[in-house]
């Protein structure tokens, strides 16, 4: 038999999860489901894995959470506890591994006591499934995957791989940057591909990181080192269009790789555990809503990494979508209401494109080879280092205020 509910959210990652917690209280049902299996067990399982000259004991993928995300998350009572690998970072160093210039983010320019915290995603995704959870509104389920998509008199119908049929008022897209709802529903995408991959991993340093978070605009692309729980452990992640070659070479010899990229920052690179490798897209939606459908999270857009900002815009479409929706109730309208969906779509689509846009601009300021735009690169970046007002505007733009 087919099931009626008001809202249907496909992809339970960091965003869909974060949109069910903020539903809390909004007196409409809600259902979830996920085709992976269930945050519980992906976090049983990562543990387990080891065979490298390092074994950090974290998840190697995190996310720099900034102030906005982080307030959001203790609102919904979805922050990791102090258990959890975390690490809160006080300051920002960024220079030009060409060049002579550097710029330094302190947490005051922000007018904060941290600029963000680096967090595992999977410790995230566990705190938001557990006090997911507690939604009375809402089903949450995993191995449940979407086979196809049709529109019908109330909104959607959706039917899984199961069998199973369920129809909705409002179906939100939040499957991630390869989205089957956004595919199927036929909206658009302006992308391209970067021509390059992400390498994260763990490492050991031989100096402690101090709660920095650093990037090296090095010559083959953008290379972080992401302060972990432990001080002389770090994230890596490297974006470059050679990251099969550095895939293939040994612990070592990756361990010097990079202790050359990040300029010996923190002395020599001593270990490194399990590498991961992540195509790189640019990818915006022509639109984020229809009648009846909301895409939010990497489903509506996927940025670069180099500014560690693409989690954090998809937790503020769902804060964004879960208001509209919080409302409706009260205003005797339907979840699906065009009328609701424009107003997310118009707080949060000018908002995501102009980071779009801010990334896009330094990627491709920092990939040039041409003499005369490093030079003028160097000089921007030292003038704005010297110019307190200009990047404590910067600041708060990645801290998300
Ligand atoms: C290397 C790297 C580093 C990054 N670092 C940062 C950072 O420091 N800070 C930051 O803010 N962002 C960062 N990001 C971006 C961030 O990881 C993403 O923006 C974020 O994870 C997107 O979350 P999401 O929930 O929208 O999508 P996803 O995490 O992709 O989740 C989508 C979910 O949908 C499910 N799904 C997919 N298809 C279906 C289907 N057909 N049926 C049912 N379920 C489905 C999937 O199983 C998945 O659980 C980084 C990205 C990369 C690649």
Redesign the pocket.
Known sequence: MEKSIDVLI?????????LVNALRGSRLSVRL????SSPQLSARTESSRQGHNLVAGASP??????LA?EALLKRLGAWPGAAAQQCAYTQMSVWDGRGTASIQFEADLAVADHLGT?IE?DQL?LALFDRGLSVDEAQIDYD???ETIERNDVGYRVT?LSGESISCKLLVG????????RELTHIKTLEWSYQQS?L?TTIETQAPHQGVARQCFTPVGAL?F?PLANPRHCSV?W?TATTEELLALDDDQLCQRLTQGSESVLGDVLAVDRR?S?P?RQRHALRYIQSGLAL?????H??H?L?????????A?AQALAMVLQQCRFNGLQPGDMALLRSYEQTRRPANLLMAAVMEAIKRMFDSGDPGVNWLRNLGLSLLDQQSTLKGMVAKLAAGA
Not at 307 to 315: I, K, R, S, T, Y
């Open positions: 496909v992809g339970g990652g960091l965003v869909g999860l974060t489901i996920d085709s992976q993928r995190v996310s720099a959470i900034n995300s680096i995603n995704t449940s995957a979407v899984l939040a499957d991630g940057g390869a989205s089957t709802v992400a994260v972080a992401l992640v974006s991961f992540f790189l939010i999270g990497d489903a509506a996927t940025i990494p500014a560690g900002q693409g989690a954090n815009l998809g937790f479409d």
